[in-house]
């Protein structure tokens, strides 16, 4: 194994580590979730209890994220880290990122949701996983907080600040579609797997793009900011108003997503020949988007990714979506 085939998989025993860290505290945060309500409705008035509990929600799940990357920098040590890209920096493109990016998270969405129907499994897990309410004001707040402010910075943080950080030195694709899958795995739920992934290369895509984790942010926001609009819709207007609203919105989403990406495609190729017209004396020249740090051929990325803490972790996970499925198909 060379120097730098070793440096690589001792970053995936390090990242395999971090996501058992993270897979432990997910199932505490779990229980803990579990019991709390318990405690709020018999300690509380329902309107203070509602507060307290999706307050102490968010803190507990951003928790969950943000110790995993303290514990990683402690087992690194001396070795090598990336750091993350933290700059405020927002494209100029950043509005016609932030609707593509929705546009290709919601047609994921829409292929997930079918393909999971097939099992029945979205009616199993409405009735085994308590879902948020938000048919008051106040509910509602606290439900973009929990469900859309919190996930936005601390998921980024570890899945694109950490994780994509590290990766991306060895081969940018490689880390890009890794960091996707293991996004993708940690929701552990089948139901949002296909799209979670897709939403984690896009994600991971503008993060590189970008130099900066804040338009990641900003669109990780935007994308559950809207869910949770339309969720709201659907419990305050009734299913037949509120899904025509959501169609509507969802189909603005796509359409204008769509002529988003085209105009980012388009402005690409225009943009990079013209570099090499205009010279580029004491001009930076733009990063060939596979140029690397350290050189490591695709299989080897590929095969020494799996190491056994990494390879425990995806077990896991996809045991866990696995018995849920099955339970589906069996109830």
């Keep these: 194994m060379s120097p730098i085939e070793g440096q690589y998989r001792n970053l995936m025993t390090r990242l395999g580590l971090t996501m058992l860290v993270f897979e432990a505290l997910y199932t505490i945060f779990g229980v803990i979730i579990g019991i709390l309500p318990f405690v709020t409705d018999r300690l509380m008035n329902p309107i203070a209890g509602d507060v307290i509990y999706e307050l102490l929600y968010g803190l507990l799940y951003a928790a969950i994220f943000v110790l995993p990357v303290v514990f990683f920098h402690l087992i690194s040590g001396g070795k090598r880290q990336e750091p993350m890209e933290l700059e405020l920096r927002l494209p100029r493109s950043t509005i016609l990122y932030i609707f593509a990016g929705m546009a290709v998270i919601n047609a994921a969405a829409y292929l997930n949701s079918y393909l999971v129907s097939i099992f029945n ?6 009735q085994l996983m308590e879902t948020h309410s938000a048919v008051t004001n106040y509910q509602l707040i606290l439900m973009v907080f929990t469900t859309a402010v919190v996930p936005a910075f601390v998921e980024e943080f570890l899945f694109r600040g950490l994780i994509l950080s590290n990766l991306a030195p060895y081969g940018r694709t490689t880390a890009v579609v890794a960091s996707a899958l293991l996004f993708g795995l940690m929701h552990q739920n089948a139901g949002q797997l296909l799209y979670a992934t897709a939403a984690g290369v896009v994600l991971g895509l503008l993060y590189l793009k970008a130099k900066s984790i804040w338009p990641c942010v900003l669109l990780h926001f935007v994308n559950n900011f809207v869910s949770v609009i339309q969720t709201a819709l659907l ?3 009734g299913e037949e108003t509120g899904n025509g609203i959501v169609g509507v919105m969802q189909g603005l989403i796509l359409g204008v997503g769509l002529l988003c990406a085209i105009v980012l495609i388009l402005r690409e190729k225009r943009e990079r020949p ?4 205009t010279g580029c004396f004491e001009k930076d ?10 050189e490591l051929s695709f299989g080897r990325r590929v095969r020494l990714f799996f190491s056994a803490p990494m390879i425990i972790f995806l077990v896991i ?8 499925i099955l339970m ?4």
């Design 121 to 126: 499994y979205s009616a199993f897990t409405e």
């Design 317 to 324: 996970c996809t045991v866990q979506m696995a018995g849920l």
């Design 328 to 331: 589906a198909l069996l109830l």
């Design 274 to 277: 013209s570099v090499f017209a």
């Design 235 to 237: 419990q305050r207007l």
């Design 285 to 294: 020249l733009p990063a060939d988007p596979e140029y690397v740090a350290a």
